[in-house]
């Protein structure tokens, strides 16, 4: 449960960088929050493989779950357009990683038995 926090964590501040980064085209100032957001979910993601989560895992999820939600906020927020094909390549997106997700071995005699052949 820990790790899905603070994956969850590293999500909500990726996403809150990447708006204000877009939010400082209008106001310059958004961008200490875009650095101080990107700052912050580096250290969750940090944080989550000295935990011992798998990077393919841990990547994965966090830059589909940004894509996502920063394409559906940006839409909403700042009227950018959203086409199915958007729609499309955030579904593909996220099917890539749950076949990440579901293909990762997480059981250590297997991957013990990968490494010594």
């Not at 200490?32 to 580096?42: M, N, P, R, V």
């Amino acid at each position: 449960m820990k790790k899905w926090l603070i994956l969850a964590g590293a999500i909500v501040l990726e996403v809150m960088a990447t708006l204000s980064l877009r939010a400082a085209i209008d106001a310059p100032w958004w961008a200490a929050l875009a650095a101080a957001g990107y700052i912050g979910a580096f250290i969750a993601l940090s944080a989550l493989l000295r935990l011992g989560t798998p990077i393919g895992v841990v990547y994965g999820i966090w830059a589909a779950a940004g894509v996502a939600l920063t394409a559906i906020l940006g839409s909403l927020i700042f009227g950018e357009p959203f086409t199915f094909l958007i729609g499309l390549g955030i579904a593909v997106v996220i099917a890539g990683v749950v076949l990440v997700e579901t293909g990762h071995d997480t059981k250590p005699e297997a991957s013990a038995l990968k490494a010594g052949s």
